[in-house]
């Protein structure tokens, strides 16, 4: 049987898709419009420090606790998505499954959550495995918990979501592993997978400092085994980076893909812009 390789985890993640019913916000008088954007931005503006919420007395006890239990760590953001598939995107990062709950639920509470349905979301958690993490210079020690505190780890597994002023693009999509009756990675010996890791490591190094990227795994969690999450400050380079990784034998051999999603990130204060209705 194959040699199983260990993994390190970190900050579970939730990739949250909404498309708004743009009959009914069009419709929406521009001055109800204008307090539910309002709303959605002090939404958007505490959810991306992780901050807990400042509620009103009239919020029942259950919301305001559940508000308030954010934790302090990880981050959020909002993507403007382009096509047809989506019309946004919420990215959150929290330490707990429990707080991507929260979360989920505070935006379901707002307004703007009334003019969306949810054609389609991702949960995951970012993950490194060991024998990359060796490879990457784990230290003499190969005790998961002392590799879990080097810095290199550290960024990814606890990953900042880049600020619209540096890296404003982003492509989310899903991937499996191929385990087929021709090829299957699962049964391939584990030196081979650290080889081809590796050539697919160098490929991603070239483009260091344009393409910034988190490694998500959802085995368990979700339908597919991994969630790839790019980003960059000219979209070119994510399709250039995915087209040269494709040439590589762990994806030509290996790799299925999901959906694509690509968006630009969007602040609090761009909401009015990008979801501005008919006036």
Not at 86 to 107: I, K, N, S, Y
Not at 150 to 161: G, H, S, Y
Not at 245 to 258: I, L, N, P, S
């Amino acid at each position: 049987m194959a040699e199983v390789p260990g993994t390190l985890e970190g900050w579970y993640a939730l990739h949250d898709f909404r498309r708004i019913d743009w009959a009914r916000w069009n419709a929406t008088p521009p001055h109800e419009r204008a307090a539910i954007l309002d709303e959605a931005a002090q939404y958007l503006r505490r959810v991306e420090t992780a901050e807990a919420a400042e509620t009103a007395e009239t919020v029942e006890a259950s919301e305001r606790a559940e508000a308030d239990s954010d934790s302090g760590e990880g981050g959020s953001a909002f993507y403007s998505i382009v096509g047809h598939k989506a019309d946004f995107m919420l990215l959150h990062l929290r330490p707990t499954v429990d707080q991507l709950g929260a979360q989920e639920r505070a935006f379901n509470r707002t307004r703007l959550a009334d003019f969306t349905t949810a054609p389609y979301s991702y949960l995951s958690v970012t993950e490194l495995s060991l024998y990359e993490a060796y490879a990457r210079g784990g230290g003499d020690s190969e005790d998961p918990d002392a590799i879990k505190q080097q810095p290199f780890a550290q960024r990814r597994l606890k990953p900042p979501i880049p600020g619209i002023d540096e890296l404003p693009y982003g492509s989310f999509y899903p991937m499996n592993k191929r385990r087929g009756e021709q090829v299957n990675w699962y049964a391939a010996e584990m030196d081979e997978r650290r080889r081809m890791m590796r050539e697919h490591g160098a490929t991603g190094r070239k483009y260091h400092g344009r393409v910034q990227q988190m490694i998500t795994g959802s085995t368990g969690l979700d339908d597919w085994e991994w969630l790839v999450t790019l980003w960059a400050r000219d979209s070119l380079d994510i399709k250039k980076l995915v087209y040269e990784m494709r040439f590589d034998e762990v994806t030509a051999k290996y790799a299925e893909f999901g959906p694509f999603y690509f968006g630009m990130r969007v602040g609090p204060d761009g909401l009015a812009a990008v979801l501005r209705g008919r006036e």
